[in-house]
């Protein structure tokens, strides 16, 4: 079976009105950025996957700390379709190492 880089993205929209609310979208957050997630835009956040074995793992990973609370959206697609975005306003945040390059250093 071929590799296929592909992309995971998590869209969520959690309430953060009450005290409990704020520090399970501060603890989701950091889950999500401690998982190697990046922000593509507020409660947008994105990470590279070697194939859809690992996305699915991941997705499970995500679904064990998902709040009782909001809603969250999981996509999974291709790195080539991920390429195809289109900036209609705004431009991409370059200052982010974003693509599958691996740096080794031994």
């Known amino acids: 079976m071929r590799n296929r880089v592909m992309r995971t993205i998590v869209f969520f929209d959690l309430p953060n009105v009450y005290a409990k609310d704020k520090r399970n979208y501060i603890l989701f957050r950091k889950f999500l950025l401690n998982e190697g997630f990046i922000m593509m835009q507020e409660s947008v956040y994105s ?21 009782k609370k909001g809603i969250i959206q999981v996509l999974t697609i291709t790195e080539k379709q991920y390429a195809n975005i289109e900036y209609l306003i705004g431009d991409n945040n370059t200052k982010i190492i974003n693509n599958e390059d691996r740096l080794v250093i031994l």
């Open 47 to 67: 990470k590279l996957v070697l194939n859809s074995q690992q996305s699915l793992l991941l997705i499970d990973r995500i679904r064990k700390k998902v709040p």
